[in-house]
Each structure stands twice: as structure tokens, then as C-alpha cells.
């Protein structure tokens, strides 16, 4: 049995180094880019649609009824975010859930209520892409590629393997 660790005295002297983050601003930027995406529908005549179910539902639209591990892949998300994810889009009307083929999956469906929307929210996808794509277009180095280079970077070295290589040679992590 370990004794129980004593509650670290603060260190006014000491750097707080969650001060500085490189990707702290990407981050924030997106959480507006998501905010006004939200505002769109806050804006609309449908009700209480959440900005972050559009993909499932697309999906959906696009694809037929689909299990929760299907619907996950399809989106590359894990199976346990997509099933809270459903789970809330089931109890708002949006979708509507059936056993599967074995007992452990479940198929999701829309349901009218979402089969009347998917015009707009297709709509509202489409406008975003072009926002995006219009945005992109007055930057000298668009994110997209940003994105691209960085995939390509990250195959070369995981930065799982970049992390740890610090990690080595900082003697607090020992």
C-alpha cells in the first residue's frame, strides 16, 4: 500500500506551460467556425437539430439504415461516440433504432421528421464547404493542405514516437 501523496504546495516562480500551445488558436478557431455553424441553425425554422448530427444524418440519407458500427465507420468515429451520439438523436426524433441482426447491434433509420429536413441540411453542408472553400481561397497555404502535409508527415513518424523521443530526454518524466 502507497502512502497517500500530499497535495502539491504551488510554485508562483515555476512556468505554467499551459500558457503557450501551438495549436491552441486551431483549436479555438474551429470552436467559432462550429459556433456559427450552430448559429445557422439556431437560425432556422428547424427545431431542435444540433449542428453535429448533419454528417450521421446525411449519412443515413445517403446510404440507408446502416448498425451503429456501420454508421461509426462510415463517419471515423468509435462505436462509443456514435452510440451516444445516436442514442440523443433517437430521443430528440431524429432517429429511430432496431434490433440488428445479432443481439448486440442496433440499425438506425431516419425517421420523417429527419427524412422532411435532409434538403436543407444538405443545403446547409454544401453552403459551409463553399464558405470553407471561399475562405481557403484568400490564404496563401489553405488548411486543407496544411492537413495533408501534416498526414504525410505523420506516416513518416507517429507523433506518438515524436512525443515519447522528448519524453526521453527530459529527465521529469523519469
Keep these: 500500500m502507497t502512502a497517500p501523496t500530499q497535495p502539491s504546495t504551488p510554485d508562483p516562480t ?7 500551445s501551438l495549436w491552441r488558436p486551431l483549436r479555438l478557431l474551429q470552436d467559432a467556425i462550429e459556433a456559427d455553424i450552430a448559429r445557422v441553425y439556431a437560425e432556422s425554422p428547424v427545431e431542435g437539430l444540433r ?89 496563401p497555404y489553405p488548411l486543407s493542405r496544411v492537413v495533408a502535409d501534416l498526414e504525410r508527415a505523420l506516416a513518416r513518424r507517429s507523433f506518438h514516437d515524436r512525443i515519447t523521443a522528448k519524453l526521453a530526454a527530459d529527465p521529469r518524466w523519469r
Design 51 to 139: 449542428s453535429s448530427y448533419v454528417m450521421e444524418l446525411l449519412r443515413l440519407h445517403a446510404r440507408g439504415p446502416m448498425t451503429i458500427t456501420e454508421l461509426a465507420e462510415s463517419v471515423q468515429r468509435t462505436h462509443s461516440a456514435l452510440s451516444q451520439k445516436v442514442a440523443a438523436m433517437r430521443r430528440a426524433g431524429w432517429v429511430e433504432t432496431a434490433p440488428g441482426t445479432d443481439a448486440r447491434s442496433k440499425r438506425v433509420a431516419l425517421t420523417a421528421k429527419a427524412r422532411e429536413v435532409v434538403g436543407r441540411l444538405a443545403a446547409e453542408w454544401e453552403a459551409t464547404e463553399a464558405a470553407l472553400a471561399e475562405l481557403e481561397a484568400e490564404l
Design 14 to 20: 515555476a512556468p505554467d506551460p499551459t500558457e503557450q
